[in-house]
């Protein structure tokens, strides 16, 4: 059962609504730890000195902004702490706005809020106006002694905040050498069209369990193998190969036919035969796992081999 990681009040007006902070995120990053490849101890890391390479100790070490090589302002901690943005229980609302006036690029980190005790009746209302309204509420609360901006939104019967980046923080495309070309040839109307028609083919609605690390699984089969005893085989992917500017309109005829699954038309400049259509996350989800049965399966026959 997840735990509340603080707690305080949404406030906007006069209202005040009591509630709890809940982590919306689990996290499945797979972690490792470094060793000794020899007789696989574990490494430490140690605070060393630059100047004589002795280790520091936590009480000794204070905080620098580097001004240029070797020149720095130094803070204490104490110093920093008196810095630190008012510690308040208040998620202060600044502003009601549409969901699509923010773009996604803002969002940070994404938390549930729930009702304190008592607090029900007025967290209902407060979810019900703003699904009602199809607003986001956009506020300021401090967690972790740092000020965030932040998104409050419904999903369902619950509300979400999400952190948000602020302005300052976003780098704007036409800082970014190469992103914006200076100047584009307009796209043919028949390329225009045959593109329209692609993102047509493969618009769906949006299922997140079709989605699933593929990376992290095959490492975790590969652990959960190796932990086995097996001999795990190297596999090659292939690299996708960019589409060249010259072979536009055939790359554009050669996907169309291939999300299809029809073969592509006669005189098409595209070459070799179509591909086939992709996988659904459900056919994906069954290869995954074939591959864990096939998987268990091996290591049976290796313990009864043993």
């Known amino acids: 059962m997840a735990r509340a990681i603080w707690s305080g009040s949404i406030s906007f007006g006069l209202l005040n609504v009591p509630v709890k902070l809940y982590s919306a995120v689990s996290r499945r990053q797979i972690s490792f730890r470094e060793l000794r490849a020899s007789d696989s101890s574990r490494v430490r890391h140690k605070r060393v000195a630059e100047s004589d390479?002795?280790?520091?100790?936590?009480?000794d070490i204070v905080k620098g902004y580097e001004l240029g090589p070797d020149q720095y302002v130094v803070f204490?901690?104490?110093?920093?702490?008196?810095l630190d943005p008012k510690k308040t229980k208040a998620i202060e609302v600044e502003?009601?706005?549409?969901?699509?006036?923010?773009?996604?690029?803002?969002?940070?980190?994404p938390y549930y809020l729930g009702p304190e005790p008592g607090a029900e009746r007025a967290y209902a209302l407060l979810?019900?106006?703003?699904s009602d309204e199809r607003k986001v509420a956009v506020a300021r609360f401090v967690l972790r002694?740092?000020?965030?901006?932040?998104?409050?939104?419904?999903?369902?019967?619950?509300?979400?905040?999400t952190t948000m980046r602020f302005a300052d923080e976003i780098v704007p495309p036409s800082e970014l050498d190469g992103v914006v070309p200076d100047e584009v040839e307009n796209p043919k109307r028949k390329e225009l069209e045959m593109a329209k028609q692609l993102?047509?083919?493969?618009?769906s609605e949006f299922d997140p369990d079709e989605f699933h690390d593929e990376y992290r699984d095959e490492l975790m089969a590969r652990i959960e193998a190796k932990a086995q005893g097996e001999d795990v085989v190297q596999t090659v992917s292939e690299e996708p190969t960019p589409t060249k500017a010259p072979d536009l309109m055939?790359?554009?005829?050669?996907s169309l036919a291939a999300v299809k699954g029809e073969p592509l038309a006669t005189g098409s400049k595209g070459k070799g035969a179509s591909k086939p259509k992709?996988?659904?996350?459900?056919?994906?989800?069954?290869?995954?796992?074939?591959?864990?049965?096939?998987?268990?399966?091996?290591r049976s026959k290796a313990k009864a081999g043993k």
Request: glycine share 4%; no cysteine.
């Open 95 to 109: 502003a009601f706005v549409d969901l699509d006036d923010i773009d996604p690029i803002y969002f940070v980190q």
């Open 199 to 203: 993102v047509g083919s493969l618009t």
């Open 250 to 254: 055939a790359a554009l005829e050669e």
């Open 53 to 59: 390479g002795e280790e520091v100790a936590y009480d």
């Open 145 to 161: 002694n740092k000020e965030h901006l932040a998104a409050l939104r419904p999903m369902g019967d619950v509300l979400t905040l």
């Open 76 to 82: 204490s901690r104490d110093e920093l702490e008196e």
């Open 127 to 130: 979810v019900k106006a703003m």
């Open 278 to 298: 992709r996988k659904s996350g459900s056919k994906r989800a069954a290869k995954s796992q074939s591959k864990s049965k096939s998987s268990s399966r091996s």
